[in-house]
DNA sequence: GTCGGAATAT
DNA sequence: AATATTCCGA
């Protein structure tokens, strides 16, 4: 259809004197873009009839090199016929109209691309990459014999390059790419040096570095080159960076993957690299890099611990972690969302993670776990269902599952996690006392009868207090005396930073605290209130599938058990929410047992 | 050898 | 300040 191989071969200024064929409703764009196009020295038809230029393809095929068509938002049709009609031509599919619908639909009957309107010199200007491209394309049948005078010029022109040493290596392995091109093909011609190196989507991977610095210019007109080939030639699978919106588009089709945000193609040269591809020791869940693409992803897990976390599988992509500071992005949930789709019915909830750079390759350094609110409210999800004396670094990283994180991850967090609650909490002198008992990381309160009354009055529901995932005073009395099942710990939230309100008592593990209710009404504060902070978060189905501590009134169990603590260990303060008994209360009670005396005070304290 | 936790390093 | 790494005892 193009042309015939004489013409090709004497093409010496390629891509100048490109044919184009111009198909467009409107007379004024199209001289827009004719004049555009004239200017980059191109030759070009213009039609307005979608059947004449037909007409014109088939009774001269060598007329046009490529075909620019404009698909009409009002008539749909228009334009469709010639793309389905001229096969053998590269069309270039244009419109006002950006949807996705549209441009899938060009792109499914065979455009080599789509570029929105207005058409910018910089969209026009490598347009003759499809030639090329069809020229290097194996399954180019058609074109083979006109295209390979171009193939040889571009492989000349590349070996030039090569010339310049300066970058010899990755040239090099284009030169590779292209010789198994032209397989049996043989001598150079030789090639204008004029032009760059183009970038078709089999070239694209090391050409960009002809000339680096263009890279961006060249972003629109090759972007989506991929799902643009109807050849049937699957190619390289490099994400693209132009702005469009199918680009977004299939960014998001590419689960998993993920992108510098910022969007700079050089940026993402080659990202898809992979760090810490696995670790050696067994021990870490691989921890990649931001921007890998799929296979990069799925692979980067070494098989054995696939297995491990196979059980965990939500697909969340947590982090942006292409900057130091987090940035929870809409992105970020945007793919979290996109993600539990379609890949495995159960897709890995993966952690980002920061890393100093997208090239290194090598560096045995972990990445850093960024713990984003979110994954930050899974680990608390996960210490509050385990209990705080469950906790531990491995449970909790299973409940987690969060793909790429580590024990170790877990465990720098936690401790994190339990330092904060410290320093919140332990204010009061007489708290010391406590802290001997036992191992527990929450530093434990004086006892209390009942757990921090939340007044409803003072206080709104639920999450107005993101915390370190618990109410010390709770812990404390629930830790305690409390049932092991039911830790009571606050479901929470995402930060310890929060300020408390002015006035509330902040002396729990950064929950804010109500003076403790005098135990005159402790239980109908307790049960009401718990409630209100097992909704603290409200997204939190875990809450929703647990036992209830409600369901078997611990209330009750905890008043019992801290009378018996406090009996049992009289030596002990008496937790806030008890009163000593009255003297009267103490006689009559001895009187019951039998005892009808009582030693003088201090006769037993030898 | 593994794990959890604290101490220490980055 | 946040996280990773190392050390140590169980």
Not at 94 to 109: D, Q, V, Y
Not at 391 to 419: W, Y
Not at 463 to 468: D, G, I, L
Request: net charge negative.
């Amino acid at each position: 259809m193009v042309c015939t191989a004489n013409d090709l071969q004497e093409w010496k200024d390629f891509p100048q004197g490109l044919k184009v064929l111009l198909l467009e409703g409107d007379s004024v764009s199209a001289a827009e873009v004719r004049a555009k196009l004239e200017a980059m020295d191109y030759n070009v038809s213009t039609f307005c009839d979608e059947n004449e230029a037909l007409s014109v393809i088939s009774s001269r095929p060598e007329s046009f090199h490529i075909a620019i068509v404009e698909v009409s938002s009002s008539s749909n049709q228009r334009g469709f016929k010639f793309l389905e009609n001229a096969k053998d031509l590269p069309t270039i599919m244009t419109s006002n109209n950006h949807c996705l619908n549209t441009m899938m639909k060009c792109i499914a009957l065979g455009a080599v691309e789509f570029l929105s309107k207005p058409l910018s010199e910089e969209k026009l200007r490598n347009i003759w990459q499809h030639l090329v491209h069809k020229a290097f394309n194996a399954g180019a049948r058609v074109m083979a014999e006109s295209l390979k005078p171009v193939k040889e010029s571009v492989v000349s022109m590349l070996q030039l390059q090569t010339g310049n040493k300066q970058h010899e290596s990755r040239v090099s392995i284009d030169i590779e790419k292209v010789s198994r091109f032209t397989d049996n093909d043989h001598e150079q011609s030789p090639g204008s040096d004029k032009y760059p190196a183009p970038s078709t989507p089999q070239l694209r991977q090391g050409i960009r570095l002809l000339n680096d610095g263009d890279c961006q210019e060249q972003t629109n007109s090759s972007t989506e080159k991929e799902s643009g080939e109807h050849d049937g030639e699957s190619k390289s699978v490099e994400t693209t960076c132009g702005n469009e919106k199918s680009n977004g588009q299939l960014r998001q089709l590419r689960q998993g993957t993920r992108l510098l945000e910022d969007g700079d193609c050089q940026e993402q040269t080659n990202c898809s690299t992979e760090k810490e591809c696995g670790e050696h020791d067994g021990e870490s869940k691989s921890v990649e890099t931001t921007c890998g693409n799929l296979n990069a992803e799925t692979e980067s897990i070494p098989q054995q611990r696939k297995s491990e976390i196979t059980s965990a599988r939500e697909e969340v992509v947590l982090v942006d972690a292409s900057k130091g500071e987090s940035l929870a992005s809409p992105h970020t949930q945007k793919r979290k969302d996109l993600g539990s789709n379609d890949r495995n019915s159960k897709s890995p909830n993966k952690v980002g993670v920061h890393s100093d750079s997208c090239e290194i390759r090598a560096n045995p350094k972990k990445m850093k776990v960024d713990w984003m609110p979110e994954l930050h409210k899974q680990f608390v999800k996960a210490v509050e269902l385990l209990g705080i004396d469950q906790a531990i670094p491995s449970k909790i990283l299973e409940l987690m599952e969060v793909e790429g994180l580590t024990r170790h991850n877990v465990a720098s967090h936690l401790q994190k996690f339990r330092m904060h609650k410290r320093q919140i909490l332990p204010k009061e002198p007489d708290r010391k006392w406590l802290n001997q008992r036992g191992k527990s990381y929450c530093v434990p309160r004086p006892i209390m009868a009942f757990p921090p009354y939340h007044s409803n009055h003072t206080l709104p529901m639920a999450p107005v207090y993101p915390t370190w995932g618990q109410s010390g005073s709770q812990t404390a009395g629930m830790q305690i005396w409390g049932s092991p099942g039911y830790p009571l710990w606050q479901p929470t939230a995402e930060s310890w930073h929060w300020k408390p309100f002015p006035g509330v008592q902040a002396d729990a593990w950064g929950c804010p605290v109500l003076p403790v209710q005098p135990p005159q009404a402790p239980c109908v504060s307790y049960s009401q209130n718990m409630p209100a902070l097992l909704n603290a978060d409200a997204v939190d189905h875990m809450f929703s599938t647990r036992r209830s501590p409600f369901e078997h009134h611990p209330a009750e169990e905890v008043v019992d058990k801290v009378v018996k603590e406090a009996i049992s260990k009289p030596w002990l303060p008496l937790p806030l929410g008890l009163k000593p008994p009255s003297t009267d209360s103490v006689l009559a009670e001895l009187s019951r047992q039998g005892i009808g005396s009582i030693p003088p005070k201090g006769s037993n304290s030898g």
